[in-house]
């Protein structure tokens, strides 16, 4: 394996070349990233990540033990993946029936939260800040800053962008900790600083 400056590989880690990787990222025990996967800068993997080929993740992602980032996955930056959380990339597989001809692309926008054992079935897009709760079965877009729990999962309220609950009942929220101000509107939730600093000072 060549020599990645500022990358740090884990012994016991596979990289397949060629593939791109960013500097400071860190990719720990048993963990796998195949040939052409493109890797951002300051990501970390956890123990026993899998990276398929074509997958793109952007900078500074978390992605924590036993998560498989299948083909046609793509995680924007500030992505948060916990642990052992599940995306998909087939609606209808069958043992001995090929269908990667069907691969169904799954993106995830920037800043978007995993809970601990979700699911993301494929071929949806997650908006930015998205948050979705442990357990909780994707089954169709997510909107931006939408806080999602269940099978199928359903939206139940908004979050900030720096990962805390909003208040509701209000058209004009604000967050009680980083004072994040929003609109919520047709069903949206629209930051009234779209180009605010992530993350939050």
């Known amino acids: 394996m060549p020599e990645r400056p500022g990358v740090y590989v884990h012994p016991s880690a596979i990289v397949d070349e060629p593939c ?10 048993f963990s796998h990233v195949m040939r052409g996967a493109q890797v951002g800068t300051h990501c ?15 900078n500074h992602v978390k992605i924590q033990n036993n998560v498989s980032v299948y083909e046609g996955v793509t995680l924007g930056d500030y992505v948060f993946c916990g642990p052992s959380m599940v995306f998909t990339n087939v609606i209808n597989p069958r043992g001995g029936i090929e269908r990667k001809s069907e691969f169904q692309p799954t993106t995830v926008e920037r800043g978007v939260t995993f ?33 999602l729990v269940g099978n199928p999962a359903r939206r139940i309220g908004w979050m900030c962008r ?7 009942g209000a058209k004009r929220i604000s967050c009680s900790v980083c004072r994040a101000s929003y609109r919520e509107k047709g ?15």
Do not use: M, S
């Open 44 to 58: 970390n993997f956890g123990q026993n990540v899998f990276v398929a080929p074509g997958v793109k993740i952007g």
């Open 115 to 147: 809970g601990a054992n979700c699911t993301i079935v494929c071929g949806h897009r997650i908006g930015e800040f998205a948050f979705i709760g442990a357990g909780a079965v994707v089954t169709r877009d997510v909107r931006a800053y939408a806080l």
């Open 162 to 168: 720096c990962g805390t609950r909003l208040p509701a």
């Open 187 to 201: 069903g949206h939730l629209e930051a009234l600083e779209p180009e605010a600093a992530f993350p939050p000072e």
């Open 20 to 29: 791109e990787i960013g500097a400071g990222t860190k990719i720990w025990h």
